[in-house]
């Protein structure tokens, strides 16, 4: 069994006093693909943020690369975050920058490689996620799905250690879906790098994922392979991954009772 | 019950200011502290200064004509009931160096300038692009907020003066070239009365401290944005609506200080 690279422990966090994570617990193997599955504001992208050291546990920690991340100083954690890569939604690219400029962006900040070396790394990094071509256009003039492969070129410039994707098939249609998921289990393996992809597109990442935490409610409900998701008997995984209308999920807003509300009496 | 309630309301918006008002200040402080980037790495500064200086200059400059213009014109027509019309350079040059300038300048700058950065920081914030560059490890007030502080401050005063010497070329079409003052006078009395400390580098002055506050309120307002299509349009009019204001009470202050008693 392989290393782990990143590790919750008994991680809790609210807002105020609205709690978002009840002791999650999570190792994230070495080389590994991990999926972190539930519906919207259940706190998948809070567990992200936990780990690339944006929020602070307010109970338990997270250990990436065998370092506690909320101890670190603001120079080891930024020197932490130059292993890492995040993907967001949609893909968050700078708007005033051409393709080119926002791919080279990591390498002109934090390397001091010449121009030229930095051009055929951009290239590469294109060609690698099929947008060699583009690198003179603008974000506005790409589609959502060409959007999300330039992103993912920024998010693997410097080759990081851990590559993390918030919600990467948003929006996107059937082809560039199809697209998006292959080069993140490709990048993955090629870059020898751990990948957790924060999503709620079962069947897309299902195909891809080597380990799937299933989270509800900001706790851990269900984790395994591929497989045991998909063989689950826990109602609400299998309402989840059948995308069946009612089961633990209601699908009336829990209110007062509408026959009640009416004046209607049964 | 009411009253409880409003009093809490009123003690949850003294907090809500407080608690802005030292995040501002924090911020202001962050700002200084990372602008070793703005210098070192001058051709980002040079880029704001485009966007912020030299694509204001258009408004800045047709507006300095026409206020000399107006100028001209009022200046002429009280002049002339003391038979003074040989001073409507002074009062040309004095009005515009000394405060007009400044002042104009600074509230275009702040509707022009100002309000664009706050948009363009509220989007970048809306958009993940600054969360994004934070987990590149990048620091975003060093890489987009700085730079865009210190191109407002070295842009305004520059203006201001532009401003200024657009107003005194109008002043000089109305009064000189269509009313008819002679034109020696005009140029020798301004010469005669404008100093170059008192007037001409009080009014820099003034540009100065007004590029500071008005840049510092547009790019907090803007960090400081929701990051919804309401919270930057809000923040949007805040930076316009502040700014104004803190020109003309700076404005105050400093004609307070510097020509007391002048």
Redesign the interface.
């Known amino acids: 069994m392989s290393a782990s690279l990143v590790e919750l422990h008994d991680v809790n966090f609210a807002y105020d006093s609205r709690p978002i994570l009840k002791g999650i617990n999570m190792s994230f193997q070495k080389g590994k693909l991990i999926a972190i599955m539930g519906l919207s504001g259940c706190g998948k992208t809070t567990i992200l943020r936990h780990i ?1 050291g ?1 929020l602070k546990p307010t109970k338990g920690y997270v250990k990436v690369d065998g370092q506690v991340i909320h101890e670190l100083d603001p120079q080891g954690l ?2 932490m ?2 292993k ?1 890569g ?1 993907l ?3 893909g ?5 920058m051409t393709v080119f400029d926002n791919v080279a ?2 390498m002109r ?2 390397t001091d490689l010449p121009e030229e070396i930095i051009r055929d790394l951009v290239m590469m990094k294109l060609h690698a996620v099929g947008l060699y071509g583009t690198q003179e256009l603008m974000p506005g003039e790409l589609s959502g799905g060409m959007a999300r492969r330039v992103a993912l070129a920024r998010t693997i410039a410097l080759d990081p250690m851990l590559i993390m994707y918030d919600e990467p098939f948003a929006g996107l249609d059937p082809i560039s879906l199809t697209v998006v998921g292959e080069l993140i289990r490709r990048l993955n393996d090629a870059l020898g790098a751990t990948s957790i992809v924060v999503t709620h597109d079962v069947q897309e990442s299902l195909k891809i994922v080597d380990y799937v935490y299933f989270v509800s409610n900001g706790a851990i409900i269900a984790e395994g392979s591929a497989d045991d998701i998909r063989a689950s008997g826990e109602a609400f995984v299998k309402q989840f991954v059948h995308g069946e209308m009612d089961g633990p999920i209601p699908f009336h807003y829990p209110g007062n009772d509408f026959n009640t509300d009416l004046g209607v009496h049964a | 019950m009411n009253i409880v309630g409003g009093l809490r309301g009123i003690g949850k918006r003294v907090v809500n200011a407080v608690w802005r008002t030292g995040y501002g200040a924090r911020f202001f402080v962050m700002t200084l502290r990372y602008s070793g980037m703005s210098f070192r790495r001058f051709r980002l500064t040079v880029r704001e200064i485009f966007f912020s200086g030299v694509l204001s200059l258009i408004i800045i400059l047709v507006a300095g004509m026409f206020v000399g213009m107006v100028l001209g014109l009022q200046g002429y027509e009280t002049l002339k009931r003391y038979g003074s019309e040989s001073a409507l350079g002074s009062l040309v040059a004095l009005s515009l160096v000394r405060e007009l300038g400044p002042v104009l300048a600074a509230l275009l700058f702040a509707s022009r300038a100002g309000s664009a950065m706050t948009a363009e920081i509220g989007l970048m914030k809306a958009t993940e692009q600054i969360d994004a560059m934070e987990l590149m490890a990048v620091n975003p007030i060093a890489r987009v907020v700085a730079p865009r502080f210190w191109a407002g401050v070295i842009s305004m005063p520059l203006l201001a003066a532009l401003f200024s010497a657009m107003g005194v070329f109008g002043g000089y079409v109305v009064g000189v070239v269509n009313i008819g003052v002679d034109e020696g006078s005009f140029w020798s009395q301004m010469q005669a009365s404008v100093d170059f400390q008192h007037d001409i580098l009080n009014g820099v002055i003034k540009s100065l401290v007004f590029g500071l506050a008005v840049t510092a309120i547009a790019l907090f307002e803007g960090y400081d944005a929701p990051p919804t299509a309401e919270g930057v349009s809000g923040a949007t009019t805040r930076t316009v609506v502040e700014s104004s204001l803190a020109i003309l009470m700076l404005d105050f202050i400093l004609t307070a200080f510097m020509f007391q008693g002048a």
């Open positions: 690339g944006v930024y020197a975050r130059r890492m995040m967001f939604q949609f968050a690219l700078f708007t005033d962006f990591q900040e934090h």
